[in-house]
């Protein structure tokens, strides 16, 4: 079950929840937190949750590289994908933070050990499907039509994704985790965010993949990229300006 309709959830509001996860951390442990941001700590003792790596079964077109157990409060990552977990810098992370917002966000905790009705047991393991093949779901929805396997196949690849909104959510729940406003704030005071470079620099600070921190720095309004462009700038303001000069 659903914790919150996170259909129209602010990106300041899930600020809000993680500022006050990692200033619970600092007042447990006494530390400020600084970056990189102690992601597995924070989850481990202040979200209560555990990580494990199991092998992940999927379905045709699928690439799950997590999933949460709720009633286990466990994440588990897909050890099928422990070498692009290697060879990504910042994917592990992100994935962990990703499951850390389901549960922060998203599923409703208090319903995990009510008691059930015969036939209505707890489904013992949720797994969110991270990415489908897009293709591979046209096809496979193109064949449901004349064949039910298919359809079936179909069902079960789409039933598991995030909604959209919430997908949106808990991906913003992890950057936020990962990069705090103030944190964030503080790092670009005396950087150049329009040189590439330093971004890039900043991204092994937070160790964050590159995409995770533009997206960040960009909803911070911290810079703007327009669209299909790699030119650089200082907030959306400063893009309009340079505009107006020509």
Same mark, same amino acid.
């Given at each position: 079950?659903?914790?919150?309709?996170?259909?129209?959830? %602010?990106?300041?509001?899930?600020? *809000?929840?993680?500022?006050?996860?990692?200033?619970?951390?600092? &007042?447990?442990?006494?530390?400020?937190?600084?970056? @990189?941001?102690?992601?597995?700590?924070?989850?481990? %003792?202040?979200?209560?949750?555990?990580?494990?790596?199991?092998?992940?079964?999927?379905?045709?077109?699928?690439?799950?590289?997590?999933?949460?157990?709720?009633?286990?409060? %466990?994440?588990?990552?897909?050890?099928?994908?422990?070498?692009?977990?290697? &060879?990504?810098?910042?994917?592990?992370?992100?994935?962990?933070?990703?499951?850390?917002?389901?549960? /922060?966000?998203?599923?409703?905790?208090?319903?995990?050990?009510?008691?059930?009705?015969?036939?209505?047991?707890?489904?013992?393991?949720?797994?969110?499907?991270?990415?489908? /093949?897009?293709?591979?779901?046209?096809?496979?929805?193109?064949?449901?039509?004349? /064949?039910?396997?298919?359809?079936?196949?179909?069902?079960?690849?789409?039933?598991? &994704?995030?909604? @959209?909104?919430?997908?949106? *959510?808990?991906?913003?729940?992890?950057?936020?985790?990962?990069?705090?406003?103030?944190?964030? %704030?503080?790092?670009?005071?005396?950087?150049?965010?329009?040189?590439?470079?330093?971004?890039?620099?900043?991204?092994?600070?937070?160790?964050?993949?590159?995409?995770?921190?533009?997206?960040?720095?960009?909803?911070?309004?911290?810079?703007?990229? @327009?669209?299909?462009?790699?030119?650089?700038?200082?907030?959306?303001?400063?893009?309009?300006?340079?505009?107006?000069?020509?």
């Amino acid at each position: 079950m659903r914790r919150h309709d996170l259909t129209n959830i %602010r990106t300041r509001s899930i600020d *809000a929840v993680t500022g006050l996860r990692i200033r619970q951390y600092e &007042q447990l442990t006494g530390t400020p937190v600084m970056f @990189p941001v102690p992601l597995e700590k924070i989850v481990e %003792r202040i979200l209560g949750l555990s990580f494990d790596w199991t092998e992940i079964d999927e379905l045709p077109g699928e690439q799950i590289l997590a999933g949460l157990i709720p009633e286990e409060r %466990r994440i588990v990552l897909n050890v099928r994908h422990l070498d692009l977990f290697k &060879q990504k810098p910042g994917l592990e992370r992100s994935t962990i933070g990703h499951e850390a917002g389901h549960w /922060d966000i998203d599923i409703d905790r208090t319903s995990l050990h009510h008691p059930r009705l015969p036939g209505f047991e707890m489904q013992r393991s949720i797994v969110r499907r991270q990415a489908a /093949d897009r293709h591979v779901l046209v096809e496979v929805l193109n064949r449901a039509a004349r /064949d039910d396997r298919y359809f079936e196949l179909y069902r079960q690849l789409t039933s598991g &994704q995030d909604s @959209p909104e919430v997908r949106s *959510a808990v991906d913003r729940y992890q950057s936020s985790l990962l990069m705090p406003d103030w944190l964030i %704030r503080a790092a670009v005071r005396d950087l150049d965010v329009t040189s590439w470079p330093a971004l890039y620099e900043l991204a092994s600070l937070a160790q964050v993949n590159i995409s995770n921190l533009i997206t960040r720095l960009r909803r911070l309004n911290i810079i703007y990229l @327009p669209e299909g462009s790699k030119d650089l700038y200082a907030g959306r303001d400063a893009f309009t300006g340079q505009k107006h000069l020509f």
